[in-house]
């Protein structure tokens, strides 16, 4: 049951969530072991922001079905490996059945894969670079509700990053996006109020070490 107005949804065991995970056993895992949980490892955070992008018009149950294709694909998303993909690398990746065959993202994977090694020379990793721009508390909403999520797709700061990641050359990487990626690596805490993960993961963001 739960409460739909509040956007939340019983579990399996009877306790409310977020309403997104459906109940379907993959979502509901990734909702509650994945989501919104901080992230400092660059490889991880390289392998969402891309699959974020092949998200783009599409479910991210539909990409997060085919991770696993999209790991061994794209080199485990090891950016540094991606950055030396070449046209060959392109075709083969257009003629597997088991990703989204759509040439201008998987181009662009492999362009943004050169960008976050500079990004990451720069910084010292990806992960020291985008957690700079972790949002203030005074710059986050006092109630994270289901009104203010669908009133919210993108925020000052997922705008900021965006603009940021392309004028340093990324693409596919849009303010919507980013806030995507904001809100899955834990950048942000943005389980509903009345969601049983949601004081987890403010417990792990303040024990979180964030990068340098």
Not at 115 to 124: K, L, P, S, T, V
Not at 132 to 157: M, S, W, Y
Not at 159 to 183: C, D, H, N
Request: charge should be neutral; proline fraction near 4%.
């Amino acid at each position: 049951m739960g409460n739909e107005n509040a956007g939340l949804l019983d579990g399996p065991d009877g306790i409310a969530r977020c309403f997104w995970h459906g109940n379907l056993p993959d979502y509901l895992h990734y909702h509650d072991h994945e989501w919104g949980r901080p992230v400092a490892d660059d490889r991880r955070l390289f392998e969402k922001i891309c699959l974020e992008g092949f998200q783009s018009g599409l479910s991210w149950l539909t990409i997060l079905r085919k991770r696993d294709n999209f790991r061994e694909a794209f080199a485990n998303f090891d950016f540094d490996n991606v950055a030396r993909f070449t046209e060959q690398d392109v075709e083969r990746l257009l003629g597997n059945a088991g990703i989204i065959r759509h040439r201008g993202k998987i181009v662009s994977t492999i362009n943004n894969a050169k960008r976050a090694r500079e990004m990451a020379d720069e910084a010292g990793s990806l992960a020291a670079w985008f957690w700079k721009f972790e949002p203030a508390p005074e710059q986050r909403p006092e109630i994270i509700d289901l009104a203010h999520l669908r009133a919210n797709p993108t925020t000052a700061v997922s705008v900021r990053i965006s603009k940021e990641l392309k004028k340093r050359g990324w693409s596919f990487v849009g303010p919507t996006t980013v806030y995507a990626f904001m809100q899955a690596m834990g950048l942000v805490n943005d389980h509903l109020e009345g969601c049983v993960c949601r004081a987890e993961v403010e417990t792990e963001r303040k024990r979180f070490k964030r990068p340098t």
